[in-house]
């Protein structure tokens, strides 16, 4: 059996695109259609955010000379591939000013490297897409410090009515229809996060389960990548954090289990969660 969850668990990490997403999977007879699905994908697009901003803290649709090479440089601050607080700061004074249009990740992607060249270009500095002591300094001289709110905003998708199986006990209720997931305790939500899931051909689960087993630092073997903050509930698949989800959003999906894009807020949540806790996953 041992060998069975592990074949299983590490089939849970990120593919790609094609035919994968959090809507994807096909319901159960009688449920609701997957089409239904509307929420935003994580990442933005590669552009600069439309339309023609009435203040100069906004992105322009005009494109801006080109800074020169004569501008200086600072030490870099933070970059792709980083992943902390202080990128969540980021996020959150750039969504502040029109730059950044999502939930505050603390994952430094390409969709983060974007919105970071953008408004860089707006200020004639050099376009990296890294953060710099200078496009540092720029950035909070326009902004001001972010809220825990603002930091930590509840979802990017909007919960659903809570399903009649997660209105008693200590509850895992997951929800295809809104890509969400709510810790639910006696009927009340007590945090809630966004999630993807598997492909058709790989689809996440359906049904009531309850945790298993929760592994802080797992480890997919099969697929040579990190599952932090698993919390298993239906043979090999489990809730876990995705570095993948943080960066590409929607555009990919996971082979079966359900991925959070949240770190921290996923890390607060396995604290809390025990082994036997009910896990509803429905559309």
Known sequence: ??????????????????GSGGS????????KPSTSASAPATEEPTTSPSGTPTTDDKP???????????????????????????????????????YFDRAPTGFYGSITGSAVKAFQKKRELPQSGSVDEVTWQKLTAMTR?????????????????PDPRCMTGRVLCISKETRT??????????????????????????????????????????YHT?????????????VHYSSDFAARGYNGGSHGCVNVRDRGKLSALFDQVKVGDKVVVHW
């Open 145 to 161: 410090k972010p809220t825990a709110g603002e930091l930590k905003p509840a979802t990017t998708n909007t919960l659903d009515t």
């Open 60 to 98: 322009s649709a005009t494109p801006s000379a080109s800074p020169t090479s004569a501008q200086p440089v600072g030490k870099v601050l933070m970059k792709d591939g980083d992943e902390n607080e202080k990128v969540r700061e980021l996020q959150a004074r750039l969504r502040q000013i029109g």
């Open 1 to 18: 059996m041992a060998t069975v969850a592990v074949a299983i668990a590490t089939g849970c990490t990120a593919q790609a695109a094609g």
């Open 181 to 222: 997931l709510a810790w639910m305790i006696d009927g009340k939500v007590v945090s809630s996060m966004d999630v993807r899931f598997g492909s058709e051909n790989t689809p996440t689960r359906e049904g009531i389960f309850q945790v298993d087993r929760k592994v802080r630092n797992d480890w997919s073997k099969l």
């Open 226 to 238: 990190p599952m932090p903050y698993s919390m298993y509930f239906s043979r090999g698949q489990a």
């Open 24 to 31: 994807s999977a096909s319901p159960s007879t009688g449920g």
